[in-house]
């Protein structure tokens, strides 16, 4: 008669760990970037790296600060 509706799972917010985690890993990639760029001789190509570099670590920063209000587990 009447189908019912699926209603979306219900999403649990990311724990303070896999926030931790995933802010690290932008950190190893920052620091990665930051080693290859040591490596190019183009200047743009060495800009646009430290540039990449500046935006993981902010996108690091941010995700830490969200980690403070986390839940852990």
């Given at each position: 008669m009447f189908e019912k509706t699926q209603t979306a799972p219900a999403l649990r917010p990311p724990s303070?760990?896999?926030?931790l985690k995933q802010a690290?890993?932008?950190?190893?990639?920052?620091?990665?970037?930051?080693?290859?760029?040591?490596t190019m001789s183009d200047e743009g190509d060495r800009r646009r790296l430290t540039r990449y570099g500046e935006e993981l670590d902010e996108s690091a920063a941010r995700l830490?600060?969200?980690?403070?209000?986390?839940?852990?587990?």
């Open positions: 303070k760990e896999a926030i690290d890993g932008f950190r190893d990639l920052a620091r990665r970037a930051r080693r290859l760029m040591e830490e600060r969200a980690a403070v209000g986390a839940k852990t587990g």
